[in-house]
């Protein structure tokens, strides 16, 4: 069975940092290209953040949070992280790490971040 369990949202004031971790099981991680999405409150869209070769060599961002996001991965652990630094309030969105790049593959229960003052 694929899980993809994710974990270290909570809430942060502008210009603050998180790190997001998805710990996943059931598929051989190392083959697969990952993404991180993410659901604004209220919005029905779930839109693309980043996604990482399945070496971990490269990675991809929307242009929102070049610069302020790194995505990365540990293959031995099978575990996806997303260091976000210099939070704005429009980063505030259930965040989700999904298999493949895009916002359609399988995806885990998310963890909420909210970015306020």
């Known amino acids: 069975e694929v899980q993809l369990v994710e974990s270290g949202g909570g809430q942060v004031q502008p210009g603050g940092s998180l790190r997001l971790s998805c710990v996943t099981s059931?598929?051989?991680?190392?083959?697969?290209?990952m993404s991180w999405v993410r659901q604004a409150p209220g919005s029905g869209t779930v839109e693309w953040v980043s996604?990482?070769?399945?070496?971990?060599?490269?990675?991809y961002y929307i242009q929102s949070v070049k610069g302020r996001f790194t995505i990365s991965r540990d293959n031995a652990k099978n575990t996806l992280y997303l260091q976000m630094n210099n939070l704005r309030i429009e980063d505030t969105a259930m965040y989700y790490c999904a298999m493949n790049v895009g916002t359609t593959g399988t995806r885990g229960q998310g963890t909420q971040v909210t970015v306020s003052s």
């Open positions: 996604s990482i070769t399945q070496d971990g060599d490269d990675g």
């Open positions: 059931g598929f051989t991680f190392s083959l697969y290209a």
